[in-house]
C-alpha cells in the first residue's frame, strides 16, 4: 500500500509538474534556437521582462520592511489591543481568500481615475492605476502574507525574554532587533524573500486587471504570455514562460541551500 501511495505521488509529480515544463521547453525550441532568440529578444518580450524585474525588486524590498514590520507588531506589540491583532491578522490574510482577480478590481475602484483617491493623484500628474505604481500596490497586496507568515512563528517560538533582557541593560529598540531579534529571524526572511520573488513572477490576475495590459507601457511577463497565447503565437509564449520557469527552479534551488545553511547553524 505504502509503495502504491509513492507511485501515485511520483505520477501525480510527473503528470502535473514534469510533462508541462518538458512541453513548454519543447514549444520554446520548437522554430530552432533563432525562433527562440527571436521571441525571447523583440521589443515587447524585453519591456515585459525588465518591467516584471523592476516589480519584483520594489515589491521584494516593500514586503520585507513592511511584513517584518508587520509581524513585530502582531507578536511583540503588547500596547495593541488582543481585537485590534485579531483583525490585522484577517487583514494580512484577506489575499489568500479574496481572488488577485478581485484584488486589482478593488484597487481600480479605490485608486482609478473614476475615484476620488485617484482623480486627485491624476490631477496632481501621478498616475496610480494603469501604470507601475499600480502594478506594484496590486502585487503587495498578493505577496504582502508571504513575509509576515514566514517570521510570526519564529518569534512567536523564540519569545521575547533574551529581548526584553537586552531592554533592561539599556540596548535601544533597534540595537535590540539587530543583535538579538535579526539573528533568530534571518532564515525565515530569506524564506519570506524567495517566496516573495517567485510569487511576483508569477503573479497574473491582479496585474492584468490593474495594468490594462499595455504593450510596451505596463505589460508584464505573465501578461505577455497571455498576449501570444490569444494571439496564437505559442512559440514565443513559450520561450518567455520557459525563462520564468529557470527562475523559479533557481529559486526552488535557493530555499534548499538556504533551508541547508539553517540546519548547518
Excluded at 505577496?143 to 514566514?150: I, K, N
Excluded at 501570444?228 to 533557481?250: C, I, K, M, R, T
Amino acid at each position: 500500500m505504502r509503495r502504491l501511495w509513492i507511485g501515485l505521488t511520483y505520477a501525480v509529480f510527473i503528470f502535473l509538474l514534469i510533462i508541462p515544463l518538458s512541453r513548454i521547453a519543447i514549444g520554446a525550441f520548437e522554430n530552432g534556437l533563432d525562433g527562440f532568440a527571436e521571441g525571447l529578444f523583440r521589443p515587447e518580450a524585453l519591456h515585459a521582462l525588465m518591467m516584471t524585474g523592476l516589480i519584483v525588486i520594489v515589491v521584494t524590498i516593500l514586503n520585507a520592511l513592511f511584513g517584518i514590520m508587520m509581524a513585530l507588531y502582531l507578536v511583540r506589540a503588547n500596547w495593541l489591543s488582543h481585537k485590534i491583532k485579531s483583525i490585522l491578522n484577517s487583514i494580512v490574510d484577506l489575499p489568500y481568500a479574496v481572488s488577485p482577480v478581485i484584488g486589482g478590481l478593488m484597487i481600480v475602484l479605490l485608486l482609478g481615475p473614476d475615484s476620488i483617491i485617484g482623480g486627485f493623484f491624476e490631477g496632481i500628474g501621478f498616475k496610480v492605476v494603469y501604470a507601475f505604481p499600480g502594478m506594484v500596490i496590486a502585487t503587495l497586496f498578493v505577496t504582502f502574507p508571504l513575509m509576515v507568515r514566514e517570521v510570526m512563528p519564529v518569534l512567536q517560538e523564540i519569545g521575547h525574554d533574551q529581548e526584553q533582557a537586552a531592554a533592561t541593560l539599556g540596548a535601544y529598540s533597534w540595537t535590540t532587533f539587530r543583535k538579538v531579534t535579526w539573528p533568530s529571524i534571518r532564515w525565515a526572511v530569506v524564506y519570506g524573500l524567495v517566496l516573495t520573488v517567485a510569487r511576483s513572477l508569477g503573479e497574473f490576475g491582479a496585474v492584468l486587471v490593474v495594468s490594462g495590459n499595455i504593450m510596451n507601457k505596463t505589460q508584464t511577463a505573465t501578461t505577455l504570455v497571455y498576449q501570444d497565447v490569444e494571439n496564437f503565437n505559442v512559440a514565443a509564449a513559450n520561450g518567455v514562460a520557459l525563462v520564468l520557469a529557470a527562475f523559479s527552479v533557481a529559486l526552488l534551488l535557493m530555499m534548499e541551500w538556504a533551508k541547508k545553511r539553517k540546519e548547518v547553524h
